[in-house]
């Protein structure tokens, strides 16, 4: 009796601490959905590695070396990174873009931007056009847009997820293997402060945190996320990462290509905004690894079109802009569109403080869209970024 009690109670604790192992697992793949897929996409990052770039349309000219003698007392010890990706009709708004950064700062400036084949005679002929005063502190990278080769998910398939190439900044980490940081911006965005101060950022992250972006929505009335995403995000109202800040170091040591396949792969289904979407399900997973800036540094006519909800905008104004809904090319908040028209026809080689007081009056044309009834907030950005210039 005594041997088979003691065989009956072996048998209970093996079955207590099957259970128990059982139930552990479940708890652990229903927490973390993603991790039984890790480091089993290690053969993506390697083919990406290994696909070399067809650069014969690009021509080496564009890669302009910045004379380090230029760094003035107020700039970054490092010279300052900005990518940016274009892909069909996007390569004027690009450039005026790249302009922006150019105008309202001093500093050096490496930019590489990503594009079609198709654009690259275009914007070889933009560049080369540039006055030597500016290709004497910036350099421009014409680079081909490149993705990886992966089995079950073909380049095409990445290059239309939401806007025409944007998700090619998801490969900067393995493409750009050179770089340790950068900042990454839609091609409709446009700086209205000088880069310095967002590059700034980065001082600001800690020891673990990847990237730097603004919250997709203040209002949870309105915010899309908590509504209407089918798929994890980041709480409470989820990312827009048209503005960018990008530790690249950071990101190769996290294996971050391992983590952005695998959530493609189960959730291509349900992404609406692309690769937006998938920025907001991994940092839905390591929202340690985020730090999130105030949505003046990325300021879109969502934060206007209703009502005034950028706090930030209203107290600082804005130091980015961020041209969603086409708001660049149509008159539904003309406002932006007159800021933008302004920096298109600007000639670099003219003086910025001129363009600024041109800009000024022009503000309060706009009277009939909501963001045009709050120009206040757009003539504070302006008089701010007017004096810092005359300093």
């Known amino acids: 009796n005594y041997v088979a009690m003691r065989q009956c109670s072996s048998l209970r604790l093996w079955t207590l601490v099957l259970i128990t192992t059982v139930f552990l697992l479940l708890i652990y793949y229903q927490v973390y959905p993603l991790q039984n897929a890790l480091y089993t996409e290690s053969f993506s990052v390697k083919a990406l590695t290994e696909k070399k770039f067809n650069t014969n349309e690009f021509s080496t000219n564009t890669l302009i070396k910045v004379d380090k003698k230029v760094i003035q007392s107020h700039c970054p010890h490092e010279i300052m990174k900005i990518a940016l990706v274009a892909c069909g009709e996007r390569l004027d708004e690009a450039f005026v873009s790249i ?228 708001v660049y090319h149509n008159s539904k908040q003309l406002i932006f569109r007159l800021i933008y028209n302004s920096l298109n026809n600007f000639d670099l080689q003219s003086n910025v403080q001129l363009l600024i007081k041109e800009i000024l009056p022009q503000l309060q044309t706009d009277q009939s869209s909501n963001c045009g009834k709050i120009s206040h907030i757009f003539t504070r950005t302006f008089n701010k970024l007017l004096l810092y210039m005359q300093k």
């Not at 005063?133 to 939401?162: A, C, H, Q």
């Not at 209205?192 to 101060?197: A, M, Y």
């Not at 972006?213 to 994890?232: G, L, Q, T």
């Not at 990101?251 to 998938?278: H, N």
């Open 99 to 326: 302009k922006s950064a150019i105008a309202f700062t001093t500093c050096p400036l490496e930019i590489y931007f990503f594009l079609e084949p198709k654009l690259s005679v275009k914007a070889n002929a933009i560049v080369s056009n540039l006055p030597s005063s500016i290709l004497g502190r910036v350099s421009i990278n014409l680079m081909p847009i490149n993705y990886p080769d992966t089995p079950d998910i073909p380049e095409g398939e990445w290059k239309k997820l939401f806007k025409p190439c944007a998700s090619q900044r998801l490969f900067f980490p393995t493409l750009l293997t050179y770089i340790d940081s950068l900042i990454y911006v839609d091609s409709d965005v446009l700086f209205l402060t000088p880069v310095e101060k967002a590059w700034n950022f980065f001082n600001q992250m800690n020891q673990s945190q990847l990237a730097a972006v603004a919250p997709e929505h203040e209002d949870p009335s309105i915010a899309w996320y908590s509504r209407f995403a089918k798929h994890p995000y980041y709480k409470p109202h989820g990312i827009n990462s048209g503005v960018m800040l990008m530790n690249l170091t950071r990101m190769r040591s996290f294996g971050w290509l391992e983590y952005i396949l695998p959530i493609y792969k189960e959730y291509r289904l349900k992404l609406a905004w692309g690769d937006q979407d998938i920025l907001n399900i991994l940092f839905h997973y390591h929202s340690d690894k985020l730090f999130v800036f105030d949505c003046n540094w990325n300021y879109r006519p969502d934060h206007c079109m209703y009502t005034s909800i950028c706090k930030a905008a209203e107290e600082r104004g804005i130091a980015i802009l961020h041209g969603s809904r086409g």
